[in-house]
């Protein structure tokens, strides 16, 4: 067991590159994964998915929301949000009426049932961010979050750049793209 070799660093590592194994992007995906298991462990027992709680416990919070500032909220995509709320609306805890100020506009507002789930879903959601302050500490949480919020403001800013230049056709797929979403009426 003494003589075990250390394994070499990844060929990355070794080019002066960084490991992808270690880029923020992937460390943050993995730190959300970490903390959402034990939430959709709870969601899984009641029939919901994450996004599907966030749109409740959201809509409970903001009370009647606009659909588009609801998307901006739950960081959800539009198409996306549409198709949960739909679901949710099927299901007997959310319901949709036009704006009457704006008729484009479409608001969400918890019925009675919705209501009732989340607040049956909350306290065991408070356990579970019990855990997590326990595990990080107040402190480091709170620096966590402010933190986070920066970086969002900051790259909300950013210009990125890019070579224009066409990719050489050896790199390029020779599969067309995948189709996403759902084909165009036509």
């Known amino acids: 067991m003494g003589n075990l070799k250390k394994p070499e660093p990844p060929e990355a590592a070794r080019k002066g590159r960084k490991s992808i ?3 923020l992007p992937l460390a943050l995906l993995r ?8 939430f959709r462990n709870l ?3 009641h029939g919901l998915t994450e996004p599907q709680f966030r749109v409740l416990r959201t809509v409970d919070e903001l009370a009647d ?3 588009t500032e609801l998307a901006r909220v739950t960081a959800l995509l539009v198409p996306s949000l549409s198709r949960i709320v739909r679901e949710l609306e099927l299901r007997g805890y959310v319901e949709r009426e036009t704006d009457p100020r704006d008729m484009r506009c479409m608001q969400v507002r918890l019925t009675e049932r ?3 789930l989340v607040q049956l879903l909350v306290p065991d959601c408070e356990v579970i961010y019990g855990q997590i302050k326990r595990a990080m500490g107040r402190e480091k949480l709170h620096q966590l979050q402010g933190l986070l ?3 969002e403001t900051k790259l909300g800013y950013a210009e990125f ?3 224009d230049s066409e990719p050489d056709d050896d790199v390029v797929s ?3 793209l995948k189709q996403r979403g759902r084909p165009r009426k036509g």
């Open 21 to 23: 194994v270690n880029v």
């Open 31 to 38: 730190a959300r994964e970490s903390i959402m298991m034990p």
């Open 43 to 45: 969601l899984r027992r």
């Open 65 to 67: 929301i606009e659909l």
């Open 114 to 116: 919705g209501r009732r």
């Open 149 to 151: 919020e920066e970086l």
């Open 161 to 163: 750049k890019f070579d």
């Open 174 to 176: 020779l599969a067309p």
